[in-house]
């Protein structure tokens, strides 16, 4: 799937062996798949480009989607025995939280109840409304706590998209970037495609994922082209993503 008149990469062609990191396939838990079965076409989908190993990332948002460790145990455990009846033992499914930096983040840290990534990461994020008023604290007590913080889709916050260096603030405290493969095209609009190349090429994003809700990102994903330059400092992104968490 390569158009040699465009000089155009598609993404999903060089994602074989990719782990995804952050998506939203577990079934009934928050505004991803809704059932089952909406899962196990998620992930067949994925399969179709060659991804096979995920880390399921439910929102924990306070008065929203209120998870648990024990809720989100749950869900995957319907979700594996899914896989096993649709002939799909091979796909890996692992389990962690995208956690919203609200007033019951904190509290979260420290009754345990978070969701941590591969055992030392912590996958954040904000309102798309406005920055979470505790965010520099909250940042200190996930480190306080022996995490790494991840702030999820920072090219997705539109109120800092005037003031980047607000984003660089963030990154020196010592949190890691990921971002959208969606955000690589026009979906979520222009300028957060236009913020996501920017990031890129200042080397500011560590990881890719696909942040995938529904049957619609997935048709979506197949659609993203790069050009040749950008894939070029995709691949970094890519590989780092895949050793961090396999």
């Given at each position: 799937?390569?158009?040699?008149?465009?000089?155009?990469?598609?993404?999903?062609?060089?994602?074989?062996?990719?782990?995804?990191?952050?998506?939203?396939?577990?079934?009934?838990?928050?505004?991803?798949?809704?059932?089952?079965?909406?899962?196990?076409e998620?992930?067949?989908?994925?399969?179709?480009?060659?991804?096979?190993?995920?880390?399921?990332?439910?929102?924990?948002?306070e008065n929203?989607?209120?998870?648990?460790?024990?809720?989100?145990?749950?869900?995957l455990s319907?979700?594996?025995?899914?896989?096993?009846?649709?002939?799909?033992e091979?796909v890996?499914?692992?389990?962690?939280?995208?956690?919203?930096?609200?007033?019951?983040?904190?509290?979260?840290?420290?009754?345990?109840?978070i969701?941590?990534?591969?055992?030392?990461?912590l996958?954040?994020?904000?309102?798309?409304?406005?920055?979470?008023?505790?965010?520099?604290?909250?940042?200190?007590?996930?480190?306080?706590?022996?995490?790494?913080?991840?702030l999820?889709?920072?090219?997705?916050?539109?109120?800092?998209?005037?003031?980047?260096?607000?984003?660089?603030k963030?990154?020196?405290?010592?949190?890691?970037?990921?971002?959208?493969?969606?955000?690589?095209?026009?979906?979520?609009?222009?300028?957060?495609?236009?913020?996501?190349?920017?990031?890129?090429?200042?080397?500011?994003?560590?990881?890719?994922?696909?942040?995938?809700?529904?049957i619609?990102?997935?048709?979506?994903?197949k659609?993203?082209?790069?050009?040749?330059?950008?894939?070029?400092?995709?691949?970094?992104?890519?590989?780092?993503?895949?050793y961090?968490f396999?």
């Open positions: 799937m390569f158009n040699f008149f465009s000089k155009k990469h598609f993404l999903i062609d060089h994602l074989e062996g990719f782990i995804d990191v952050h998506n939203h396939l577990l079934p009934g838990i928050d505004d991803g798949a809704k059932t089952v079965e909406d899962s196990i998620l992930i067949k989908g994925f399969s179709e480009f060659g991804v096979t190993d995920f880390i399921c990332t439910p929102h924990i948002m929203y989607y209120p998870n648990t460790p024990l809720s989100i145990s749950s869900s319907l979700l594996k025995n899914a896989l096993i009846m649709n002939n799909l091979h890996n499914v692992d389990i962690a939280a995208e956690h919203m930096v609200d007033s019951g983040f904190e509290k979260l840290l420290y009754e345990k109840n969701m941590p990534l591969a055992k030392s990461y996958l954040i994020e904000m309102s798309y409304l406005q920055a979470s008023i505790n965010f520099d604290e909250a940042l200190n007590k996930v480190k306080d706590f022996g995490y790494s913080p991840i999820a889709h920072p090219e997705r916050y539109v109120y800092f998209h005037n003031k980047l260096s607000s984003l660089n963030i990154k020196n405290k010592g949190v890691f970037f990921q971002l959208n493969m969606l955000s690589l095209s026009n979906y979520y609009g222009k300028d957060v495609n236009k913020i996501a190349s920017i990031l890129i090429k200042e080397n500011l994003i560590d990881f890719l994922a696909s942040d995938t809700h529904s619609n990102h997935i048709n979506q994903l659609t993203i082209t790069v050009n040749t330059s950008l894939l070029d400092l995709l691949f970094p992104i890519i590989t780092k993503t895949i961090s396999k």
